[in-house]
């Protein structure tokens, strides 16, 4: 069992930055993929980043060379940096964890924090 908990919660002006933290439960992290969905008002939820390793990330365009995941597996968090922030990024931002390389094991979701970006 693993739980999931998001902080870093904001509102930013365009153009500003915020660090979005998920702390999880458990000493299986290492084991999980962590991902950041993300969604808005009247959208569907979009896969914003993805972090299976250091070397392992994916990013949807509309967020790339902006946004940066990572993940620390000795503080059992992932961390979303977003910068440069747009209004369209405004939505409520979900951590995920899905066992990675096709391991047996639950999916598990945050409960989301909001993200709001507005001048």
């Known amino acids: 069992q693993v739980q999931l908990v998001e902080s870093g919660e904001g509102l930013a002006p365009p153009g500003g930055s915020l660090r979005l933290s998920c702390a999880a439960s458990?000493?299986?992290?290492?084991?999980?993929?962590l991902s950041w969905p993300r969604q808005a008002p009247g959208k569907e939820r979009e896969l914003v980043s993805s972090i299976v390793s250091a070397e392992i990330t994916n990013y949807v365009n509309s967020v790339q060379g902006r946004f940066t995941i990572s993940r620390d597996n000795a503080k059992n968090t992932v961390y979303l940096q977003m910068n440069s922030l747009k209004p369209e990024d405004t939505a409520v931002y979900y951590c995920k964890a899905v066992p990675s390389f096709g391991r047996a094991g639950g999916v598990y979701w945050g409960q989301g924090t909001q993200v709001t970006v507005s001048s």
């Open positions: 458990g000493s299986t992290f290492s084991l999980y993929a």
